[in-house]
């Protein structure tokens, strides 16, 4: 989210803050992974609807969030955090085996620049 955090009419830092709970899987949990969530949340801004009865604007959000999603699985095998770190974060133990292997560190700075390439194309497309 923070680097779209100017496009998006947002303030950097408040971009982080509202990411903030993404990561890990939302709160180290292992589910979707914090850069595709955030990816969603930066499309959304852009076509997301504004009124309950704007059905062109949640299909056209939902239709790009699909791709995203196609094209961010076909470069990493998964969105789930537990599954692209291979590693179940979601436990003390789990947590500290991936913080002894350096999976966080060595693997999810990667998925994160996916999500920010992935969602250039998508937006000037």
Do not use: W
């Not at 903030?20 to 609807?49: E, Q, W």
């Not at 969105?79 to 770190?85: G, H, K, N, Q």
């Not at 693997?107 to 920010?116: E, I, M, Y």
Request: charged share 25%; proline share 2%; net charge positive.
């Amino acid at each position: 989210m923070a680097s779209f955090a100017n496009q998006s009419g947002l303030d950097k830092d408040l971009s982080l803050k509202v990411a903030c709970g993404f990561g890990g899987g939302f709160a180290g949990l292992g589910g979707a992974c914090g850069a595709v969530t955030g990816a969603m949340i930066v499309i959304g801004l852009k076509y997301g609807m504004t009124r309950p009865d704007d059905e062109a604007a949640k299909e056209k959000t939902y239709r790009i969030v699909r791709e995203f999603i196609k094209r961010f699985e076909q470069r990493h095998g998964a969105s789930l955090c537990r599954e692209l770190i291979k590693a179940d974060i979601s436990t003390p133990e789990g947590l500290q085996a991936a913080r002894n292997k350096g999976l966080i560190a060595t693997t999810c700075p990667a998925f994160v620049r996916s999500a920010v390439e992935i969602v250039q194309e998508l937006l000037t497309a």
